[in-house]
């Protein structure tokens, strides 16, 4: 069954988590503040609804990033969509400002989804975006694209057109090839841990191995550890151990819009070592609560002698197998010396992370009006919209999916998602004011 709304928006986000979210407030804002009509945008999700990181919200966890660095208050802190606006609606302001100013996962992920509520636009979940593609007209020219999404329910095809689209589907869980033929019950990724722990029944795991050392890693290591005495864990890293954020002031400027305009000014190999300067500001590393909390927890195991938190250090998984009782053999190698060493658990968690995909799948359709660097990635103004060709009007904007473009702080941190937002809605009024090819 196919679907198609014939009208033409002036706007199509796909994806409608933190990014979608933001870009939706600065255009919402703006309708609020000027009373010239709203802009006709439409915003599809594949979810059921816009829950952060649902599937990773554990009891004493909270977010790395200051609760200020919503979705607008870095672009108008008199939105309505701001975390303070939030805590005021919820009857929580004053019981939060005796909290010392950390905001727990769980209530970052719900001002996420009331957030999402606050939006008048239309949004559909159920939405899966598949193809942007472009609609030639007569004269040869793509003035408008038609968004193909599928409904995840039932299979159903829903077809939207759009003067402009935004992708802000996020990055994609990252799987090592060891271990993705193995993916499945008992090896999954972490951003499945909650639904695939619960899947495994009740019965009590004797052992779980964690693959990783950053802060999700370290957060499901000290998660398993208290829901469960008799578990095992194995902590597998291929450095010494976990290491924490780099915490500097001035090193975490990195993620100020000025240091955007820095990045984005620099040569691609200039680049590229800035990014890898700035990586331990939020990747492979751990806070200092949680550093200190696996610490002390390793510490009292070993005084204690039960010998249940394992933490295989400089250690890689070569091998994966399956046991003839269902459990997952893991076979080890230390990364200096070589020694072997074998790890059988009933579960494998991979805290692997997540990869920016170099060129959207979805935009396939669109790739021959796409202008492309040397590495085939597309070309991406300072606005975050890919380059076309002359012949094409269409504004396509990749909505957190160029960090190696715009730097660290443009991708998934909250951070800059307020002064994101602002810099492609802008952008997005001024083609819709004078629609040419740019």
């Known amino acids: 069954m196919t679907y198609t709304d014939e009208r033409v928006h002036d706007?199509?986000?796909a994806g409608f988590g933190p990014s979608g979210i933001a870009l939706a407030a600065a255009v919402e804002d703006h309708d609020d503040a000027t009373g010239s009509g709203p802009l006709a945008a439409r915003y599809l999700e594949k979810a059921a609804d816009s829950a952060w990181q649902p599937n990773l919200v554990l009891p004493g966890t909270?977010?790395?990033?200051?609760?200020?660095?919503?979705?607008?208050?870095?672009?108008?802190?008199?939105?309505r969509f701001t975390f303070p606006n939030y805590l005021q609606q919820s009857g929580r302001f004053y019981p939060f400002t005796l909290m010392g100013g950390y905001v727990s996962r769980l209530e970052w992920s719900d001002y996420v989804q009331w957030a999402a509520g606050q939006v008048r636009g239309?949004?559909?979940?159920?939405?899966?975006?598949?193809?942007?593609?472009?609609?030639?007209?007569?004269?040869?020219?793509v003035r408008t694209a038609r968004v193909v999404a599928r409904d995840t329910r039932d299979g159903a095809t829903h077809t939207f057109h759009t003067r402009n689209v935004a992708l802000a589907t996020g990055h994609e869980a990252y799987v090592p090839d060891t271990f993705r033929p193995h993916l499945g019950e008992r090896v999954f990724h972490a951003s499945r841990l909650l639904p695939s722990l619960a899947a495994l029944g009740e019965k009590p795991l004797r052992s779980v191995a964690v693959i990783g050392a950053g802060q999700t890693a370290g957060e499901i290591v000290l998660h398993l550890a208290a829901a469960d005495p008799g578990t095992r864990i194995h902590s597998v890293v291929r450095h010494a151990g976990f290491r924490m954020y780099e915490l500097g002031h001035f090193s975490n400027e990195v993620y100020f819009p000025a240091e955007t305009d820095y990045f984005y000014g620099l040569e691609d190999e200039q680049?590229?070592?800035a990014l890898d300067q700035a990586r331990a500001t939020n990747y492979a590393a751990v806070d200092p609560d949680v550093s200190t909390a696996l610490y002390q927890a390793v510490y009292e195991d070993r005084l204690s002698g039960r010998d249940r938190l394992r933490m295989h250090r400089r250690t890689e998984v070569?091998?994966?197998?399956r046991t003839d009782d269902g459990a997952v053999?893991?076979?080890?190698?230390e990364v200096f010396t070589g020694e072997r060493g074998l790890i059988e658990a009933d579960a494998v968690v991979l805290c692997t992370g997540y990869r920016e995909p170099a060129f959207p799948r979805q935009l396939a359709a669109f790739s021959p009006y796409l202008r492309r660097d040397a590495a085939g990635r597309p070309e991406v103004t300072r606005a975050y919209r890919a380059e076309t060709t002359e012949e094409c009007e269409v504004g396509i904007y990749l909505d957190g999916l160029t960090e190696w473009r715009h730097g660290i702080g443009s991708a998934t941190s909250f951070s800059q998602m307020a002064a994101k937002a602002d810099t492609i809605h802008r952008d997005l009024r001024s083609r819709l004011r004078a629609p040419v090819a740019a």
């Open 11 to 13: 706007l199509v986000v």
């Open 62 to 79: 909270d977010i790395q990033h200051h609760f200020l660095r919503d979705f607008a208050t870095p672009r108008d802190p008199r939105s």
């Open 122 to 141: 239309p949004v559909d979940y159920h939405r899966e975006v598949l193809a942007v593609e472009p609609v030639t007209d007569a004269d040869g020219r």
């Open 271 to 273: 680049r590229a070592r």
């Open 318 to 321: 070569t091998a994966v197998e």
């Open 329 to 333: 053999r893991l076979r080890t190698e």
